[in-house]
């Protein structure tokens, strides 16, 4: 494939000549360039809602694109070691559901970490996939899931050698990376293909310092937020393809499935011009933020009772590389849980961070932090420390076993279910998934029992006040079973 170059932004510079242009507009979206939504263009400011254009001609279609957005996706692909690069308006969420509905058919077994998020299910169950469920290691000190060791994967394969794919993560969401050359050596020699949810891995190869990536190590496909870490407009990502294990025709006929005909110039906008900052400048930019993080990691060590864990990791079961700008902070030592201390930073100091479990908070740096952003979080964790009195160091070490799969997700979505109060769903199938968010790992998915283990961890996670997700009933007193009333 021709190099080109990257300095080039073909979508936004057709986008921008068709603001010039002052057109007419007799298309959707109806608020004609703001001028149907006057209150919001005054905030937004009314370029912005310029931009805000459809599919047409010059503008190229992003369901079918020949033009400015193929032009654009192929500088992506280029710049991420891709052959074929598709933008994304609907999150990496899109990403994992394409992944998984290209490379298996109805009733394929596909090897997945039982960590993964919940895109994860979604695409399971649209395509009617079979999960074999993988356990990463578990950190029982900091109370996350690791990585996945090479010998768990062996086992699975072992166990289900006609399995069609092999998923991974990389990194997860604490920044914890797993041996991903070898992952894919293994799977590839039993002719499985593998896919990676990069959702917090976008701006990776741009800087030698962090791990190496799924097209660095011949991975299959994968699926990155680069509005997660690299840049772009919130729920614009990116799906990579490389190899001859998946066809770029059997991708393109999934997206044709699920995308919407509708896709945010905005949006895409915002990739075209966040690739060629990553292209152009990214190895500085996230040099910068490596240079935070770790400064950061430093300073935060030094404060009696908290432990900002990082590259010593490396070497512990699970932990092959780490990502240095997830900044994990374990609160444990101050007898808060992370849930305390992530409410104690926003109500005192102002400060939100991406998230928290029971005993740790996660800061992600990024290329938009400066030394302003993290004195201000150091200051904050020392002040709140010198004002704490250390308790009694908590134990949340929680290490749930992998729920038992009784029925697929997709028999438990489409099966008839009832409502049963929390309380008395123990021995139930669940027929619902419910998990803290972020991070959006399923405690439960639907198909798999319910234990009192489990029932006692969302109980806990409620009185946490921890934010959960995926049942109809928002306050978890009532959880959707198998079976009718
Ligand atoms: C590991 C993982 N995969 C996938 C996703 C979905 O990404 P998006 O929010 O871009 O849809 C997330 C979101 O948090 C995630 O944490």
């Not at 438990?412 to 769903?425: E, G, H, M, Q, R």
């Not at 998934?433 to 972020?438: I, R």
């Amino acid at each position: 494939m021709q190099r080109m170059s990257q300095s080039k932004t073909p979508l936004f510079d057709a986008v921008k000549k068709y603001v010039d242009s002052k057109v007419v507009p007799f298309h959707v979206p109806g608020h004609k360039q703001g001028a149907g939504l006057s209150e919001f263009r005054e905030y937004i400011g009314e370029r912005a809602m310029q931009m805000d254009a459809n599919g047409m001609e010059e503008l190229d279609f992003a369901n079918n694109p020949t033009s400015v957005i193929f032009e654009s996706e192929k500088l992506l692909a280029q710049a991420f070691g891709a052959q074929s690069a598709y933008f994304l308006v609907n999150g990496t969420t899109a990403g994992v559901q394409a992944m998984i509905m290209s490379a298996c058919e109805p009733g394929d077994k596909i090897i997945i970490p039982r960590n993964a998020h919940k895109s994860t299910i979604g695409g399971i169950i649209l395509s009617g996939v079979i999960p074999v469920y993988l356990q990463p290691e578990v950190n029982d000190k900091l109370g996350i899931a690791m990585g996945i060791s090479e010998d768990s994967l062996k086992k699975a394969i072992k166990e289900n050698p006609h399995a069609k794919a092999v998923f991974l993560i990389n990194p997860t969401y604490y920044g914890v990376v797993s041996d991903l050359k070898s992952l894919v050596r293994i799977a590839h020699r039993h002719e499985m293909s593998v896919l990676v949810d990069e959702a917090h891995g976008a701006h990776m190869c741009f800087h030698d310092d962090f791990p190496l990536t799924a097209m660095e190590v011949g991975a299959d496909m994968s699926a990155a937020s680069i509005h997660k870490t690299a840049g772009s407009m919130t729920q614009s990502s990116v799906l990579l393809l490389r190899g001859s294990m998946i066809s770029p025709e059997k991708v393109k006929q999934v997206l044709n499935l699920t995308y919407t005909t509708s896709a945010s110039y905005l949006l895409m906008c915002s990739l075209d011009v966040a690739r060629k900052q990553l292209a152009i400048s990214g190895s500085e930019l996230l040099e910068n933020a490596l240079n935070l993080a770790r400064m950061a990691r430093d300073e935060i060590n030094k404060i009696e009772g908290l432990y900002a864990f990082g590259k010593e990791l490396i070497g512990t079961p699970g932990v092959y590389d780490f990502d240095e700008t997830k900044l994990g902070i374990n609160v444990a030592g101050l007898g808060f849980t992370g849930y305390e201390m992530e409410t104690k930073l926003r109500n005192e100091y102002n400060i939100q961070i991406e998230l928290s479990d029971m005993c740790n908070i996660l800061a992600i740096i990024s290329i938009g932090d400066s030394e302003k952003s993290i004195t201000a979080l150091i200051n904050a964790l020392k002040d709140i420390a010198s004002k704490t009195e250390i308790r009694e160091h908590k134990n949340y070490h929680i290490t749930l076993q992998n729920p038992r799969m009784i029925v697929s997700p997709r028999d438990a979505f489409y099966s008839p279910k009832k409502k049963v109060p929390l309380d008395k769903s123990v021995g139930e199938i669940s027929g619902e998934m419910v998990m803290a968010y972020p991070p959006g790992i399923p405690v439960i998915c639907m198909g798999e029992r319910i234990t009192e283990e489990i029932v006692d961890y969302i109980k806990l996670l409620k009185e946490q006040k921890c934010q959960m997700q995926g049942t109809a009933d928002p306050f978890i007193d009532y959880i959707m079973v198998l079976g009718s009333d």
